[in-house]
């Protein structure tokens, strides 16, 4: 296995790009809401209650992320 020479470093760019992708996904939610947009997928309209609890999730997905980039 490849020893990795500052894994701080690697622990650091790991956690800012999943915050970035979280929150790029809680916004796409929270634009889905706001807006109206429907989503259908293989014939079944998805519930607006989706949006909701995935905009919560990637909001508490976020806040742990943004947390543990800070310690």
């Known amino acids: ?3 990795i020479q500052n894994p701080e470093k690697h622990r650091k760019i790991y956690l800012g790009l999943s915050v970035l ?5 809680g916004i ?4 889905r809401i706001f807006y109206g ?3 259908v997928i293989g014939g ?3 519930p607006f209650t989706v949006s909701w609890l995935a905009l919560f999730v990637t909001l508490m997905m976020v806040i742990m992320g943004a ?3 800070r310690n």
Not at 21 to 25: E, K, M, S
Request: charged share 5%; proline share 0%; no cysteine.
């Open 67 to 69: 947390w543990y980039l």
């Open 28 to 31: 796409a939610h929270l634009f």
């Open 44 to 46: 079944i309209t998805i």
């Open 37 to 39: 947009w429907v989503v």
């Open 21 to 25: 992708i979280f929150t790029l996904v």
């Open 1 to 3: 296995m490849k020893n």
